[in-house]
């Protein structure tokens, strides 16, 4: 497989409860608000995520541009994941490209504050990993988080990753302290048969 091989990520996925999509510029204004809301809950996690840059309307419109961009370029991919009853933000999926070749990618995720709990982030990973999986070929997933992010470790095991690493006290924080970070993996061998649906 060529280093400038293409992975053709469906803008739409569908599961039980949720409709996941590829952002579009008129997403601004609602993601602008989003961001903002969100923002006292990402801060002790997610300080880097781009969210926590949006002040208003522009700031967000610019995000947008830099999302759509990495899926122009297949760098990266960025979806939101909508309740399909009400159409409501309930979280949002990252998938980078990690190497072309194996095929391997990386997941992220974050849930919106006012929707946790629910399992609408395992949902939606699911949803990204049978397209990863069974879609995009992809041999391997990894997953990055704080060690300390207890809801966000479950999520990578209920949706049936291994523990592979611990990187103990690998970072300072913006409240000044200090955690480390649990590195997860799943096999195209190893999918769906240990993951569960929430």
Not at 24 to 51: I, K, T
Not at 95 to 100: L, Q
Not at 120 to 135: I, K, P, Q, R
Request: proline content about 3%.
């Amino acid at each position: 497989m060529a280093d400038d091989v293409r992975f053709d990520m469906p803008e739409s996925i569908e599961t039980g409860r949720l409709h996941l999509r590829r952002y579009q510029p008129d997403d601004a204004h609602w993601y602008a608000e989003m961001s903002r809301r969100n923002q006292p809950h990402l801060a002790r996690y997610e300080a880097g995520n781009a969210a926590m840059f949006i002040h208003g309307v522009q700031d967000a419109a610019g995000v947008l541009r830099d999302f759509d961009e990495a899926w122009d370029t297949g760098i990266a991919f960025f979806l939101g994941a909508f309740e399909r009853g009400t159409g409501q933000f309930v979280a949002q999926i990252y998938v980078g490209v990690a190497d072309r070749k194996l095929p391997a990618f990386q997941v992220g995720y974050f849930a919106d504050a006012g929707h946790e709990g629910r399992g609408y982030v395992t949902e939606a990973l699911n949803g990204v990993l049978h397209t990863l999986f069974e879609t995009l070929g992809a041999h391997r997933v990894a997953l990055l988080c704080d060690d300390i992010n207890e809801r966000s470790w479950r999520v990578a095991e209920r949706c049936g990753f291994t523990r592979e690493g611990h990187l103990r006290e690998d970072k300072r924080n913006p409240d000044g302290s200090i955690s480390g970070t649990l590195c997860y993996g799943l096999l195209s061998r190893e999918f769906g048969a240990g993951a569960s649906s929430a």
